[in-house]
């Protein structure tokens, strides 16, 4: 099984949440949250802003943590062909500034401030799914249901 410990920015400013275009290795296209992996001895808090900066252009202010997910990805859906597990720290984030842009060089292209009306219409991963029910419901434990993945939802 493979690991990954990921940070993640749910940022929602008038009724639209910023969400990156992301471009797998195979060329499939999703939709997604700013975030990625954290790095080796990088606490998941920096990471998040880190990721937030690369991806959209803009720089961020953690304001809460949102919750954590845990999903292990069956090896027949996964990338490599091998069972997967993700850990995702889910965060609010708010823009402090900075302009939006596309990451340079990287798999997250146009950043977009997307409708939350339109979200459910979109190709996306399924952390986009947890991140907006963790900031719309705020769970004590900070853990929401598995999301069900098919049709225009992705792992």
């Given amino acids: 099984m493979s690991f990954r410990l990921a940070a993640y920015a749910v940022c929602i400013e008038g009724g639209s949440v ?10 499939a296209v999703l939709w997604t949250l700013p975030g990625g992996r954290v790095e080796h001895a990088e606490d998941p808090f920096d990471a ?10 803009h720089r961020g202010v953690v304001e809460r943590l949102l919750g954590v997910d ?4 069956p090896a027949e859906a996964a990338r490599a062909g091998v069972e997967h597990q993700n850990v ?6 708010a823009v402090l ?5 596309a990451e340079p060089d ?20 399924s952390l ?6 963790l ?7 900070g853990h929401v249901d598995p999301v069900n993945v098919g049709g225009l939802i992705q792992h």
């Fill in 70 to 73: 845990s999903r292990v990805i």
């Fill in 97 to 101: 500034g900075g302009e939006l842009r």
């Fill in 135 to 141: 900031a719309r419901t705020l769970p004590t434990t």
């Fill in 48 to 57: 998040v802003t880190r990721e937030f900066a690369e991806e959209t252009g």
């Fill in 128 to 133: 986009v799914d947890i991140g907006l029910t």
């Fill in 106 to 125: 990287g798999a997250a292209t146009e950043p977009t401030w997307t409708p939350l009306t339109e979200v459910a219409d979109l190709r996306r991963s």
């Fill in 88 to 93: 995702g720290v889910f965060y609010q984030v």
């Fill in 18 to 27: 910023l969400l990156v275009r992301h471009v797998g290795p195979d060329g």
